[in-house]
């Protein structure tokens, strides 16, 4: 029989001398008896010191140094012995943690997690009280009562809290104290101090306001704040009192009955902010400003793609531009930004466009829809290609951009586009390069949607097709002069 | 009105904020002052220093800024009809209120809201001063802010700069309600401006060419649904918060049982808050979120668009899909395993490490903390075959429990 005897201060580093020392030399768990410094050994029991310095390391899978350090501040001691009969078994059996149901495993994680919790709640349950400190440094005191003895585990959390303070944490049987941002650990008795601070009563206020009857749950309370926390809890002196009066305060709201909405006339003047905004006349001919359209067609409901949608991503450019290029709809980003061309095809296109010497003021970029069609898989928005039906409806918005716009040229991306200007969006890859003419007439030039270029998965045929479309824009130019000839 | 003390005002202020389920102060970057220059610390999850009666937790100093509103939200208690008693906190009194309640270890943090006043602008301004202020105190805790959705994008930017999370409540489950019981609200607006808050968020991501990032709002954004004051069913409820999180990638939907407040609005229901629909509103939420179901698998097993609030979501899922079961707890993959009732995520990950070195049997199982008795006829293992019980046509029975008397009937 071997007693190991540890400190209550720096237990966890004599335990890791102790069992390195005895897992070294094999020795039985049965034949070890754990304890702290102080306690009686039994009394045949042999000194550590008469076994050998290991003269090995021992080897231990990564999980294990958390494991031990949850289990050492057990109040028992069935944690210590509990740790070194996994140390010694890893020795022969290096993955058997992996085995939660071996119930020397189970046995160790059901310590470890009322460890965990104690630390959890000694985390959450001090309560400082402010005492007279320098003038510079703010003093503060606590007193708690952990069920186990977790002092150690749970210090840093506070010294990394409260940095700018002195403080001091004292339980039953240790003392942490903070001084100049210095951490101590002292073993000494105590005893709980009677005292209060000065904002008892307004946490007191807030723990009861916050509080509401009409949810009344106390067992769900005291599950998770045990009743043996409440005497350091100074909040918790108020808890009889909102229980017992919960249900008459419920009472009392139902009794009180409603107040009527105040007719809109008692209400006062709408505030200036969220005064609405008289949509814009649907009327062609009128004069309307482009932002008037954009407007009108924020809240457009004309097919169901709004209801998914954040918001209706309209055309960008000078109403005086000569070319107008329309993609298809917006994507992920557009539909975030609200505005055109700012996603990864957005950029694509920009890129080409600048490459080819296209100025961004002379142009106008809008799409055939003017909404984003998606599905949700998992946590992503899958784009989705519109329906015949949903560009018709969307058409009504186009028209009216290329009637103020009146471009010289329009630059129709893709099948959907496509389809928009002219009617018929089949067959995009034999009509690109084509010029071809928009239901209203205008000379309208065929090329691809850039995002075709980002799905290419070759590098060399990617290259050749952004060349292909740079090709396209490069006609841009000529063709503008050619049609305002 | 005499001038109103400091224990008043937080009285006011923090019934006011009550009715906001959110309380959390996990997530985003860890912080600490063991520098000694400032106060505070982030741990990454979170700490429940108190639970009230209601049996939640409060990790946050959470009030409004003031009561005062010129909205007139038919369910809130601040509405501009209401005649509750009205009060507004200066920038000091919430930073002090603050870094004292922190510095006694009471909160993780501020949870900042407020009514309307004067206009969105100036209200977000001033919110964002009163955080401002506190991080230039050397405030290093938890603050989450809340965002009013027309406020312009530098105050946006602001607000991200100095708390961990931002929020905008959608309010509703449907655009219709909104426009019903608060008025001045919009859900295509409160879309826009979550949509503005992701943007912000990913492009401050975005590491730098030096592989800095900018700080926003590291915790993320969150929304709150209120749940029981207007007609929607859960599937409307779900089927919004499921378009939120994968459009402006939320980090949470909180559901909040609507409650009976003072001085309600003769349009609302003054009833008790259904706090079991909330429950397993959360429930359902977890599936879609954690256990690859599909929305369309949860509202199929709830017929009417409303879940079964005898039976939890994926029990009732498992009950009307009886022919994916028995599930070989020895054999099945991830995803099969998930599905079994009783089986939460950590479980499921127990199993498939343990099952490489044992064949497991049913005590192996509840060793590992897995709900054997909710699980038995659905799985079977090394000395469990269960025989016909799944087509028993009382296997829902069993698992509802008998109704007690309730105790305020």
């Known amino acids: 029989m071997i007693a190991p005897r540890l400190p209550r201060v720096g237990t966890l580093d004599a335990w890791r001398a102790a069992a390195k020392r005895l897992a070294a030399a094999r020795v039985d768990p049965a034949e070890v008896e754990w304890g702290l410094e102080g306690e009686a050994a039994p009394l045949f029991a042999a000194p550590l010191d008469d076994l050998p310095e290991p003269t090995r390391a021992l080897r231990v899978p990564r999980a294990f140094p958390d494991l031990a ?275 990864p095809a957005g950029q694509m296109f920009t890129d080409c466009a600048e490459r080819v010497g296209i100025d961004r003021d002379d142009y106008y970029v809008t799409n055939a829809v003017k909404h984003f069609k998606f599905v949700l898989r998992g946590r992503r928005r899958i784009h989705q290609r ?39 969006g089949a067959g995009i890859l034999k009509r690109r390069g084509g010029v071809e003419q928009t239901r209203d007439g205008r000379p309208c030039l065929v090329t691809v949607h850039p995002s075709y270029l980002l799905r290419l998965p070759d590098e060399d045929l990617r290259m050749a097709e952004i060349e292909k479309f740079e090709a396209d824009l490069r006609r841009v130019h000529d063709l503008v002069r050619e049609a305002a000839a | 009105m005499g001038k109103m003390t400091l224990q008043q005002k937080l009285g006011i202020l923090s019934d006011a904020a009550k009715y906001d389920a959110s309380c959390s102060s996990s997530g985003g970057a860890k912080r600490d002052s063991r520098d000694g220059a400032g106060l505070g610390s982030t741990t990454g999850s979170g700490i429940c220093h108190a639970y009230a009666p209601d049996g939640r937790c409060i990790s946050l100093l959470k009030i409004l800024m003031t009561n005062q509103c010129i909205f007139d939200c038919a369910y809130c208690i601040n509405r501009r009809s209401s005649n509750v008693r009205r009060a507004r906190f200066t920038v000091d009194e919430v930073v002090h209120l603050t870094t004292e309640f922190y510095r006694r270890n009471y909160i993780e943090g501020l949870f900042l809201s407020s009514g309307i006043i004067r206009s969105s602008d100036y209200t977000m301004e001033q919110m964002v001063l009163i955080v401002e202020k506190l991080r230039a105190d050397g405030f290093r805790g938890y603050v989450h802010l809340k965002t009013i959705p027309d406020a312009s994008p530098e105050l946006i930017e602001r607000a991200g700069r100095c708390a961990d999370r931002l929020s905008i409540n959608i309010e509703l489950p449907q655009d219709r309600s909104i426009a019903e019981l608060a008025p001045e609200k919009d859900g295509a607006d409160i879309r826009k401006a979550m949509a503005g808050v992701r943007l912000l968020k990913d492009s401050a991501d975005e590491p730098t060419f030096r592989g800095r990032r900018d700080r926003f709002a590291p915790a993320g954004q969150s929304t709150q649904m209120i749940v029981g ?131 497991l049997g049913l005590e192996d199982i509840r060793r590992m903390g897995g709900r054997v008795k909710a699980a038995l006829p659905f799985v079977t293992a090394r000395d469990h075959h269960p025989s016909g019980s799944l087509d028993a046509v009382d296997l829902r029975a069993r698992y509802v429990k008998p109704k007690q008397m309730e105790l305020f009937a």
């Open chain 1, 69 to 343: 350090r949850t289990l050492i501040p057990e109040r028992t001691h069935l944690g210590l012995s509990t740790a070194y009969e996994l140390v010694l078994r890893l020795q022969s059996e290096p993955r058997f943690l992996e085995n939660r149901a071996d119930p020397a495993v189970a046995r160790a994680e059901r310590i470890a997690k009322a460890i965990r919790r104690d630390i959890h709640k000694m985390h959450a349950f001090v309560r400082f009280k402010e005492q007279h400190g320098r003038a510079d440094r703010r003093m503060f005191t606590a007193w708690f009562e952990p069920d186990h003895r977790i002092e150690e585990a749970a210090a840093p959390f506070f010294a990394d809290r409260f940095g700018d303070m002195d403080w001091t944490i004292r339980t039953p049987e240790v003392a942490i104290r903070f001084r100049e941002g210095a951490l101590e650990l002292v073993a000494q008795d105590g005893s709980r101090p009677d005292e209060g601070d000065e904002m008892e009563g307004l946490w007191t206020t807030y723990y009861g306001s916050i509080f509401n009857p009409a949810r009344l749950k106390p067992d769900a309370m005291r599950a998770e704040m045990p009743k043996k926390y409440w005497r350091n809890l100074p909040e918790a002196a108020a808890i009889p009192d909102l229980i017992a009066n919960a249900r008459s305060r419920v009472a009392e709201m139902h009794e009180a009955g409603l107040t009527p909405a105040a007719p809109a006339i008692a209400r006062g003047p709408a505030p200036e902010d969220t005064t609405m905004k008289m949509p814009a006349q649907h009327d062609l001919f009128g004069s309307q400003t482009l932002d008037e359209v954009a407007e009108s067609a924020s809240a457009c409901t004309r097919c169901p793609l709004y209801s998914d949608a954040t918001q209706v991503v309209f055309g960008e450019g000078p109403r005086s531009a000569s070319v107008m290029f329309v993609g298809e709809q917006p994507g992920d980003k557009e539909d975030l930004a609200g505005r055109p061309f700012v996603g």
């Open chain 2, 229 to 359: 004051a207007d007609d929607s069913t859960d599937a409307d409820v779900l089927g919004q918060s499921t378009r939120l999180y994968g459009a402006y990638g939320l980090k949470r939907v909180y559901y909040s049982a609507f409650s009976p407040i003072p001085d309600a609005s003769a349009v609302l229901p003054l009833k008790d808050p259904p706090l079991m629909r909330e429950h397993r509103l959360y429930q359902a939420d977890w599936l879609l979120r954690y256990y690859e179901f599909g929305l369309d698998e949860i509202t199929s097993a709830a017929p009417d668009g409303n879940l079964d609030l005898d039976v939890d979501p994926k029990l009732a899922w498992a009950l009307s899909n009886r022919d994916r079961f028995p599930v070989d707890v020895n054999r099945a993959d991830r995803e099969a395993l998930l599905r079994v009732p009783g089986f939460g995520s950590k479980i499921v990950d127990r199993i498939v490490k343990a099952r490489r070195q044992v064949t």
């Open chain 1, 386 to 424: 519109p329906a015949a039906s949903e560009v018709n409806a969307c058409n009504w918005w186009l028209q009216q951009e290329l009637q103020m716009v009146d471009p010289k040229l329009v630059v129709a991306m893709g099948a959907t586009a496509l389809h928009a200007l002219t009617g018929n």
